[in-house]
């Protein structure tokens, strides 16, 4: 069995889970800058991702947290590090197409389980760390995040009573890049450092790593160029739920969102929580709509989403166990190559049933009418 | 002592009321404090603007001292959040 080539299809299908990561959540910074036009949508997919980037290398304390903090890493194999990317990218694929944003980090988690479990048996997961590390704090962050967005959302209202629409609009555009900034940044360094720990574990599993060592700088660089590639790209549907599906934005209640948004990730992350941008997105966004006068919350969309997150653990799960039992049963190399053709073929029809309804940069602020797609009459020729 | 640790094995509570705290002092605060920068520089114009006008500020220097101030902590708070990924995780 040739495991060096089953190391690259691991590795370049960690990277290309990566690349997902980056465009299924551009939007939890940048949805709400496009949605108040202050920034146009090209500029503010390509400052994220430049932001994704410099993010990637602020910190390198990558541990492999978590397969290390959830599972026996000593039972995981470099097929089950591929089961687990598997379902990590289908569920983040299929969400992608119905424009719900989930949780990235959820897929990943759900994946490596699901195909750590068909590998080794329940036994080898740390339930506990899975519960208090990941499910708990899923269900805490979204009202803390609704809560801060919301206090901040009356007080810059309250406090911009007297100045005119005009001057308020203008001036809270430059605090929401800021913020939306901030975000971005702390979205590079919690998510890119995901897949560097995954690629990592992969080395280590094979061997090419010692025990506790730390990602080596290619891995670094490879995946902070593929979550910010992925940013750029812009995942437009997914943009496109949060920023007009969820509450009609001003540029007051989306530096509010952001500011409370980037608040909670960096405060959670510095207590060693693996939190969902996505989930704190959500919350914020909603707690801006719920705190400002005479906006409707579109609570519809929110508990279809909330329906989403309920679901992305087990079904990244089954898929993960699916993709390693695939690869396992065939064995060897082959099987490997079985289950990558298998995810690209996958990749391949969901870019295509995408194309029906696409949503880009032209469309992404159009009419919100019931759900994420854009009707193809209305899409622009050039989509 | 062992009373007076209310973490349960399932939520850290210690960690929780921190987030929470300072969550709302900075992400709920700072905007408040950019919305005061931006009351005090509008602090004159808040009568009748134009929308050509609308982002030409000033004419109270008190006004403009007061916002500057203010936009100067929000950055350093800014400044602070890099230094805290940067050097956290």
């Not at chain 1, 036009?37 to 991702?49: E, F, R």
């Amino acid at each position: 069995m040739n495991s060096d080539a089953v190391l690259a299809l691991v590795v370049i299908t960690a990277l290309a889970f990566d690349f997902t990561n980056g465009f299924h959540d551009t939007g939890n910074a940048m949805a709400t800058s496009i949605a108040t036009g202050a920034l146009p949508p090209k500029i503010a997919v390509a400052l994220s991702g430049v932001l994704n980037l410099v993010g990637a290398f602020l910190s390198f304390s990558v541990a492999a947290t978590i397969a290390s903090g959830l599972v026996q890493t000593g039972k995981v194999t470099l097929i089950v590090v591929f089961g687990g990317l598997a379902g990590g990218i289908a569920w983040n694929l299929f969400t992608w197409l119905a424009g719900i944003p989930s949780s990235s980090s959820h897929a990943l988690i759900g994946g490596v389980v699901g195909s750590t479990i068909a590998a080794a048996g329940g036994s080898a997961v740390k339930w506990h760390g899975l519960v208090s590390k990941v499910v708990v704090p899923a269900v805490l962050s979204p009202p803390i995040a609704f809560a801060v967005a919301a206090v901040g959302t009356y007080l810059v209202y309250r406090l911009t009573r007297q100045v005119t629409n005009d001057a308020r609009t203008h001036g809270f555009r430059w605090g929401q890049i800021g913020s939306a900034s901030m975000v971005s940044l702390a979205h590079g360094t919690n998510d890119a450092q995901k897949t560097m720990g995954i690629i990592t574990l992969a080395l280590i599993t094979h061997h090419t790593l010692h025990s506790g060592s730390k990602a080596p700088t290619w891995v670094i660089l490879s995946c902070g160029l593929a979550i910010s590639l992925g940013t750029y790209l812009g995942g437009w549907r997914v943009i496109r739920t949060l920023g007009k599906g969820l509450v009609e934005i001003e540029s007051p209640q989306g530096m509010a969102a952001e500011s409370a948004s980037a608040a909670v990730i960096l405060l959670s992350s510095h207590y060693g929580y693996s939190l969902s941008t996505t989930h704190v997105a959500t919350g914020s966004i909603l707690g801006c709509g719920f705190a400002k006068k005479g906006a409707e919350v579109r609570w519809s969309v929110a508990g279809r989403m909330a329906t989403a997150w309920i679901f992305t653990l087990p079904s990244a799960g089954l898929v993960g166990a699916g993709g390693y039992e695939i690869a396992h049963l065939i064995g060897g190399t082959f099987g490997a190559i079985v289950l990558f053709v298998l995810l690209v073929a996958l990749g391949s029809g969901i870019w295509l049933a995408s194309r029906k309804t696409a949503v880009n940069s032209k469309n992404v602020n159009a009419e919100w009418t019931g759900s994420a797609g854009v009707a193809a009459a209305d899409a622009p020729a050039n989509a | 002592m062992s009373a007076m640790i209310i973490a349960t094995p399932w939520i850290d509570f210690s960690a929780l009321w921190k987030i929470i705290v300072v969550g709302l002092l900075a992400g709920a605060g700072l905007p408040a404090l950019f919305a005061v920068g931006l009351r005090a520089l509008n602090f004159r114009s808040g009568v009748a603007v134009s929308s050509d006008d609308a982002h030409v500020y000033g004419g109270n220097p008190a006004g403009l001292l007061v916002g500057l101030f203010c936009f100067a902590v929000v950055l350093a708070a800014i400044g602070w959040g890099i230094y805290f990924i940067v050097h956290s995780s």
